[in-house]
């Protein structure tokens, strides 16, 4: 008779699980985002409180046209980069992306040079590659 029963059934539906973790991942995925916007909002506010104060200062002295130029050109630049900063940030992960692919390219390729100098002094390392090239035309 036996003292020990092992059950092997599942506790948890896999579904379920499923379901779970990809809520997980969105608010995760989604968190950065939030934070960066905030961040960027932050950032925005006080340049934009400290021109205020730049353009109180300039009153006082008397060149308040120039500085409420500047102010406004300012202010503009920084919305634009608040707008534009996550398709930005995108592009910049792509460029990122391709620089990576053709340095793995270049590495390979140079990889292969080696191997096909190689063979061309050994025939039985030109043998493999031959059979190799042929499985792969398959």
């Given at each position: 008779?036996?003292?020990?029963?092992?059950?092997?059934?599942?506790?948890?539906?896999?579904?379920?699980?499923?379901?779970?973790?990809?809520?997980?991942e969105?608010?995760?995925?989604?968190?950065?985002?939030?934070?960066?916007?905030?961040?960027?909002?932050?950032?925005?506010?006080?340049?934009?409180?400290?021109?205020?104060?730049?353009?109180?200062?300039?009153?006082?002295?008397?060149?308040?046209?120039?500085?409420?130029?500047?102010?406004?050109?300012?202010?503009?630049?920084?919305?634009?980069?608040?707008?534009?900063?996550a398709?930005?940030?995108?592009?910049?992960?792509?460029?990122?992306a391709g620089?990576?692919?053709?340095?793995?390219?270049?590495?390979q390729?140079?990889?292969?040079?080696?191997?096909?100098?190689?063979?061309?002094?050994?025939?039985?390392?030109?043998?493999?590659?031959?059979?190799?090239?042929?499985?792969?035309s398959?």
């Amino acid at each position: 008779m036996s003292n020990f029963i092992y059950n092997s059934y599942c506790v948890e539906h896999p579904g379920v699980v499923q379901v779970y973790q990809s809520q997980e991942e969105q608010q995760r995925a989604a968190a950065p985002r939030s934070r960066s916007r905030a961040n960027a909002l932050v950032a925005f506010t006080a340049l934009a409180a400290l021109m205020l104060l730049a353009q109180q200062i300039a009153s006082a002295w008397g060149s308040a046209s120039m500085i409420n130029a500047w102010a406004i050109l300012l202010l503009m630049g920084l919305a634009s980069l608040a707008l534009f900063s996550a398709p930005v940030r995108r592009a910049a992960l792509v460029v990122r992306a391709g620089w990576r692919a053709w340095v793995e390219s270049r590495q390979q390729a140079a990889a292969d040079e080696r191997i096909w100098n190689a063979a061309l002094q050994d025939a039985r390392l030109m043998a493999d590659l031959a059979r190799a090239m042929e499985r792969q035309s398959r």
